[in-house]
């Protein structure tokens, strides 16, 4: 039985320019030359090249009905539709990928030769046999990122008997591994830290000390890592001197001979999307040149656009030829429009952060950052808290004091005292500056910094003290401990 009946229905709609505006607005500077090139290989109406005065060629036109009207409200697309669907009035933009990771894609690199080619070629230095070559091979390609072979021999035996038919043994396999060991750099192919720095060790030359740092190893792996350095000391009858100077050793040893990249020497390259000046205490905000693109609408497509349009429109090939060139043209303009867009959203968003946070662009001092959210800026723009996350998200300014990631400006507040608040980023300052003065002979738990911060006015709980401390990456006291 059919049924009639009214419903009432709340979605968010944004127009096609609205999205093509938010996809360009979260790109870094460094991406968005690539992404201008993809749209001009497409977009044969979009060129490079200063604007010229010209009019509109859509300005005389109010009698043309195209098949695809891009200014007709049914270009509005819902928002849930489009996150699973990147076609846009039949108008695909290159290089905009749906989903989350859009804003998570990373800067350009620089390569250089890979670790696993680098181990391979020192293995064809060897003087193997046919059988070792393999087994080398397979060693190699089992190395992790950071330079481990975590598999168990006996699986490395196994894969070798399945996937090249290669019978061989646990002691055979150990004897290539032994060979690989001594490849540079130093410590690859260990199957765990103490094989890794014990590794290293052996290329040293053989003292006092390195025998010592060597045992400690070997019989005292534990205390180490405990830092119970008189448990040591007491265990090998040592000086306090002796163990000091064992120690400093083995912690200057590489624990990651193979990096953290994926086998693959990484070069982060950051460019700022814009850059401040300090004129005599005067602020200069501008954008990066790459951001300022000189983008035009080509003039070759707006005279054909002219020329069709005052042909005849009966013909059904040359009307949808004249659809197809207004598509073209739109899509230009509004690529362009986008762009221009973007400029200002970038330089109102920096301009808010600079009077936000003017005290520390003038001298470089955290303690001068103030505590500011997205909100805060938001507000100030008169934007959604969504775009400003676009602009902070993915952006970089250059100062004098060196190359800031924006996210680094935004900070919760502390209350203090005189009932102000202080930025976080300004107690996490501090806090480092106490941890850094701290007697590294008995280091200061959480509960002793807590208290320095209070007595300083920071009203901040010894729970907070371990979260802002864990984000600087700073241990406990008790790994703090040094001789």
């Not at 009035?89 to 998570?104: A, N, T």
């Not at 045992?215 to 180490?224: L, R, V």
Request: contains cysteine; aromatic residues 6%; negative net charge.
């Amino acid at each position: 039985m059919q049924r009639l009946d009214l419903r009432q229905l709340l979605s968010q709609k944004l127009s096609p320019q609205q999205i093509q505006f938010i996809k360009l607005l979260q790109i870094p500077t460094v991406e968005l030359e690539a992404r201008i090139k993809e749209e001009m290989e497409i977009n044969p109406a979009l060129e490079e090249g200063r604007e010229e005065p010209e009019t509109d060629p859509f300005s005389d036109n109010d009698d043309y009905e195209g098949e695809d009207d891009y200014n007709s409200k049914d270009d509005d697309v819902d928002l849930n539709e489009y996150l699973h669907d990147d076609e846009i009035s039949g108008y695909k933009m290159q290089g905009d990928r749906g989903g989350d990771d859009e804003e998570d894609r990373e800067m350009p690199i620089a390569m250089t030769t890979s670790l696993t080619d680098a181990l391979l070629d020192q293995l064809g230095f060897l003087s193997l046999d046919d059988k070792q070559y393999s087994i080398g091979m397979q060693l190699i390609g089992s190395i992790d990122s950071d330079g481990y072979i975590r598999r168990e021999l006996s699986s490395i035996v196994n894969d070798l008997a399945f996937s090249q038919n290669i019978e061989t043994n646990e002691d055979e396999v150990e004897q290539v591994l032994h060979m690989i060991q001594t490849f540079d750099p130093a410590g690859i192919a260990a199957r765990d830290l103490p094989e890794c720095l014990l590794l290293q060790l052996h290329r040293r030359e053989q003292d006092a000390i390195t025998t010592l740092a060597e045992n400690i190893i070997e019989d005292a792996f534990d205390e180490f890592t405990k830092k119970h350095y008189q448990k040591i000391q007491s265990k090998f009858g040592v000086s306090e001197d002796e163990l000091k100077k064992a120690i400093d050793l083995i912690v200057k040893l590489n624990p990651k001979p193979g990096g953290s990249g994926s086998g693959t020497t990484r070069v982060q390259y950051i460019i700022p999307d814009f850059i401040l000046t300090n004129e005599n205490g005067q602020l200069q905000l501008s954008l990066n040149s790459r951001n300022a693109p000189d983008l035009r609408i080509s003039r070759s497509y707006a005279d054909m656009f002219d020329a069709y349009d005052k042909s005849d429109k009966k013909d059904k090939k040359l009307k949808e030829t004249v659809t197809f060139v207004k598509q073209k043209l739109d899509a230009a303009k509004w690529f362009i429009d986008a762009i221009r867009q973007r400029q200002n959203t970038l330089l109102r968003t920096m301009e808010a952060i600079i009077k936000y946070q003017h005290d520390f662009f003038l001298e470089g001092d955290e303690s001068k950052l103030r505590p500011m959210i997205l909100k805060d800026i938001a507000e100030e723009i008169g934007m959604d808290i969504s775009t400003v996350s676009r602009v902070a998200n993915s952006k970089a300014v250059q100062t004098e004091f060196g190359i800031y990631p924006l996210k680094y400006f935004f900070s919760e507040g502390i209350a203090t005292d005189s009932g102000e608040d202080a930025s976080s980023r300004e107690v996490k300052h501090i806090l480092k500056e106490i941890i850094d003065k701290e007697n590294k002979r008995k280091p200061l738990s959480d509960e002793k910094i807590e208290k320095l911060l209070n007595d300083k006015g920071y009203n901040i709980a010894r729970r907070t003290v371990a979260k802002y401390r864990e984000q600087l990456n700073i241990p406990v006291a008790r790994l703090r401990k040094e001789l």
